[in-house]
C-alpha cells in the first residue's frame, strides 16, 4: 500500500522554530495554561491579524463558547448560524440554552447568504448574534452581513477556524465581527495539536473572557468566584507549537494556493467540475481544495477510487439543519447549503504533498471521470475530447 495522503495534516516547520519555543517552556518550568509563550503568542497573533486584543484557548469551540458569553447570549436567546459548516460553530449556542436559527449559504460565496440572513431578521428582530463562517479560507461577504446585523443590532462572531491568512477586501477574515475565532486544530492551516483563539478590539470584554476562561478566579487568596468559570485556557507548551508555527503560516498559504491551482489547471477544464468560487474581493488561504460534481462523476466516486488508493477526500460539511441533533431548529433558506453538500468534494491538500503525489490524485480522478462519461446512454460520447487524446 502506498503511503497515505491526507487531507491536511499537521506540518511542523522544516527550520523546528516550535521546538525551540517547546524547549523554552520546559527549560524555565512554565508546563502551565500561561507562560511567556501564552502571552506572545497572544501578542504575536493579535499583531498580524491587526486586532487589539487576542485570548489563548483551549480549542476555537472554546472560544466561540466565550464570545457568545461576552455577546450576553443567554436562555432562550436566538442566535444565526450559518447552517453549513462544522458542528463546533453551533454546539456552544446550546451550551447556552440558547436557540440556532440556521442560515443557508450563497453560491457567490459558499458563506452565509446575506439575502438568507435579511429574511432572518424579518422573522426574528430580536436575534442576539450572528455566527458566520469562513469555509475552506473564503470569505463570507462580510460589508453586508456586517449591515445588517448593525441594523438589527446584533453582534458578529467569525468563525475564522479554517481561514487564519485568508483576507477579505485586504483585510484579515476574523477582524471584521465584534469577535473573530481561529483554530489550532491538527488538520487546521497551522497548528498547536489542540487550541484556539479569541481576538476583539473590545479590549473590556476580552478581559472577561480570560477571567472565566480561568476558572472565574476572583481576585482574593481563598478562591473566590462570585461566576460559573471554566478551564479553557491554552497550554504554555502548546502556545510555543504555535508561536513556531505562526512564522510559517505564510509558506503554508502559498503552499495551498499551488495546490488549488495544480488541480484547477489539470481538472478545471472537464465538463461536470467547477472549482470554489474565486470572488476579486477574496484573497483565500486554501485551506482545503473543494470543488462540485455536476454528474455523472459524483463525490462519492471519487472518495471511492481516492480511498482504494489510500488518499483522504471528503464531502464538504453536512448542514446543521440536516443534523439529526439540529434539524428541530428552524431554517431559513432556499436549499443552497443542501446543494453544495450533496454536489461538493474536498480534495488532499496536504502541504507536504509533493508534485507525484498532486498528479496520482489528479489521474485517479480523471480516470473516474472517463468511465463515467463512458457509461452516459447518449451516444456515450466523451465531452472535452481535445483534453481525451492528451490523455
Ligand atoms: C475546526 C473548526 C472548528 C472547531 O475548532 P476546534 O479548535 O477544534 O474547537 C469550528 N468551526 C469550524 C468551521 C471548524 O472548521
Known sequence: MKERIFLSSPHMSEE??????????????????LGVNVDQFEIELADMVGARAAVALS????????????????????????SLTFSASANPILYEK??????????????MSPDALEAAFEKYPQAKAVIVVHLYGLS???????AISEKYGAVVIEDAAESLGSFYKGKPTGTFGDYGVYSFNGNKIITTSGGGMLVSNREDKMQKVKFWATQARDPARHYQHSELGY???????????????????????EKKRAIYAFYK???????GISFMPDNEWDAPNYWLSALLLDG??????VIDALEKENIESRPLWKPMHLQPYFERFDFIGTGVAETLFEKGICLPSDTKMTEADLERVV??????WVSKWKLQPTGSVLPDVKYIEGL
Not at 296 to 301: A, F, N, Y
Open 296 to 301: 455523472p462523476m459524483l463525490p462519492d466516486d
Open 265 to 271: 489547471k489539470e481538472l478545471g477544464h472537464l465538463a
Open 363 to 368: 489521474s485517479i480522478i480523471r480516470d473516474v
Open 140 to 146: 463570507a461577504d462580510m460589508d453586508r452581513i456586517k
Open 59 to 82: 480549542s476555537a469551540t472554546a472560544a466561540i463558547h466565550l464570545a457568545l458569553k461576552a455577546a450576553g447570549v443567554g436562555e432562550g436567546d436566538i442566535v444565526f448560524c450559518q
Open 16 to 33: 523546528g522554530y516550535e521546538l525551540e519555543y517547546v524547549h523554552e517552556a520546559f527549560a524555565t518550568n512554565w508546563i502551565a495554561p
Open 231 to 253: 478551564n479553557y485556557r491554552l497550554s504554555n507548551v502548546l502556545a510555543g507549537i504555535g508561536r513556531g508555527q505562526l512564522k510559517v503560516l505564510r509558506d503554508r498559504v
Open 98 to 111: 440558547a436557540v440556532p436559527v440556521f442560515i443557508d449559504s450563497d453560491e457567490k460565496t459558499w458563506n
